[in-house]
Nanobody, 115 residues
Framework: QVQLVESGGGLVQTGGSLRLSCAAS????????MGWHRQAPGNQRELVAT???????TYADSVKGRFTISRDNAKNTVYLQMNSLKREDTAVYYC?????????WGQGTQVTVSS
């Protein structure tokens, strides 16, 4: 079992920044990759960014150049630095942790970008 605690969401104006954090506990030695997904109202959940244990990262095209994912293996925490936020970034953001037997999800944190 892996437990995830997310923090850092909120309300921000267009062009602003937010940083999301997700701390993992439990069977952390089994974690292979960590990442963030998001779901806007009426839309399917989509991948935002992932980072492997060794540091290799991937991003959705819509966030490349604006978002940065990072990982502190000592703290078992993954971060998502979001800059130059747009209204279309408004969504519930979910932390996801992949282990050998499946994926664990955080409870979600709301990010709202206003004009």
């Amino acid at each position: 079992q892996v437990q995830l605690v997310e923090s850092g969401g909120g309300l921000v104006q267009t062009g602003g920044s937010l940083r999301l954090s997700c701390a993992a506990s439990g069977s952390i030695a089994s974690i292979t990759s960590m990442g963030w997904h998001r779901q806007a109202p009426g839309n399917q959940r989509e991948l935002v960014a992932t980072i492997a244990r060794g540091g290799a990262s991937t991003y959705a095209d819509s966030v490349k150049g604006r978002f940065t994912i990072s990982r502190d293996n000592a703290k078992n925490t993954v971060y998502l630095q979001m800059n130059s936020l747009k209204r279309e970034d408004t969504a519930v953001y979910y932390c996801a942790v992949r282990v050998n037997w499946g994926t664990y999800w955080g409870q979600g944190t709301q990010v709202t970008v206003s004009s």
